[in-house]
């Protein structure tokens, strides 16, 4: 259905414009008095806390006039003084493109959520799967409406159900924009995306007051569920927006990425190759240190590979040592996977695991291909990682990488060791071709450990004098390094599809997503579903 025939659907069903369309009353209802008046109390409730309305809001994300109401009044009781539910549902465009869309009113008992609230939310989820449309949420409510107690509580678990059926199949991105407490926060973390704001907006399963009653602790908002906490500690947000302004371009940045359903190709733009993209790409050898030990910035190298240097990263302050996001080359849109060598010399831990397999679902979900950079010295570890279950949640990622069926092309920059190479991109976990650069180290582990491990014997007959020793363990080093660590094996066994030039790696990755194009991506055997490592 298309929003103007929507539109006058809508307009049919407004009793101001078609008189003989009002519900029988006593007294003839002034509903657009009413929707005047709600805005009017809205602004006054929201303006001095530094927040816009809902409405306001909807319009700021949404293409200018898009917005079509639906179920304006619904809940509401002028009688007693609700104009209406505490959430605006709708329809409207971003960038010409359909969504379905819907934000709490925090002016209406706090932007609660009861019967009224879930039959608004789930009606327009409903046409969301119907149309295949993405659903953009922007939440600022206390959570369950306690008076009306299991209604409300069933009412989230409706949402919570839908939200699952809708998982994979169309966009669903979060904005919390105030607090959103209780239960309630499991609603937006079954979405795809979760932004958050610097000031007022608040995630938690349980707020301060029952905190301090059930522990004794005294913790603020912030500390307990602020937007930095979700954003540099827990994971649980993917962007951190100064306000509610930047919070709004970036989900619309995020979904110039993301197609509209599962059916379909992902985003394409116009490309017109430019000098500056070509010199950039010419350039990214440059920003690679030829010591493997070396630090360097791969947010960097991935501006150099992509089209006008725009990348989107996702998550950019959780898990600092990968680093994920979108981006297009050739004006086709990708997921980029990079390993950090910028943050603990780029190694897999267990939050790094997670933050990159989730991405890497989503990429596969909405068929977008998955471009890996590789630079990765191992997992990290130690009994701190152990402890912390590296093993179940490094697992994730692997889980990731063998179950796509996206497109996937990996460069691997400089050094892929150990469980590490295989997990990000490799070939045999499911990539469809990997390249390497010509100095990549591609070995189980490095130099040092190997020699220590195979030639024990030899470097203490080498003694034991501790200078003899050395000697022999930095020649038996060097012999590992020359023969070993190189990428020769890999392309005589055929994990490496070719060793190329640097200056060609955006060339390269574009030729090969080219050729994957017609993937086919049907999955083999029949089985309700694998039981991955959640
Ligand atoms: C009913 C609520 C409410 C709630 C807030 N209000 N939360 N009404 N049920 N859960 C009402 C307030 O009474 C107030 O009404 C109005 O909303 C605005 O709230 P204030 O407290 O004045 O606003 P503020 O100071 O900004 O604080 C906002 C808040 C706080 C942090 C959200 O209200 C709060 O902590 N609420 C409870 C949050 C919570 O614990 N929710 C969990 C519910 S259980 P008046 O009439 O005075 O304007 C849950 C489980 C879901 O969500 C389960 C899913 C499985």
Redesign the pocket.
Known sequence: MSISTLRGIVSRVMPTRKPHATPVTATRVDYAKIAATAEEKAAAFQHP?GKNTARERLNMLLDADSFVEIGQFAGGNPATGFLGAAVVTGFGEIAGRQVAVYAQD?SV?????GRAEGQKILALMDKALAMKIPIISMLD????????GVI??SQ??RI?KKTCEASGLIPQISMIL??S???????PALTDFIIMTKENS?M?V?????VKAVTGENVS?NELGGGELHNFQSGVAHYLADDEVDAIDYVRSLLSYLPSNCDELPPSYTYTPSVEDEKAAAEVQALVPEDSRKPYDVVEVIEHLVDYGEFLEISQGFATSIVIGFACINGSAVGIVADQPNHNAGTLDVDASEKAARFVRCCDAYGIPIVTLVDVPGYRPGTEQEQAGIIRRGAKLIYAYANATTPMVTIILRKAYGGAYIVMGSKSIGADFAFAWPDAEIAVMGAEGAVNILHRREIKAAGPNEKDMNQARQRLADEYQANVINPALSVEEGELDGIIDPVLTRQTIAESLEILRTKDRSHPGPKRHSNGPL
């Open positions: 806390k925090f008992r706090g932007g609660t959520l409510s206390g959570g369950a409406r306690i008076q009306e409300a509580l989230y678990g919570f105030g607090p407490a209780g239960g309630a926060v499991y609603a608040h938690f349980t707020g301060p007051e029952v908002m």
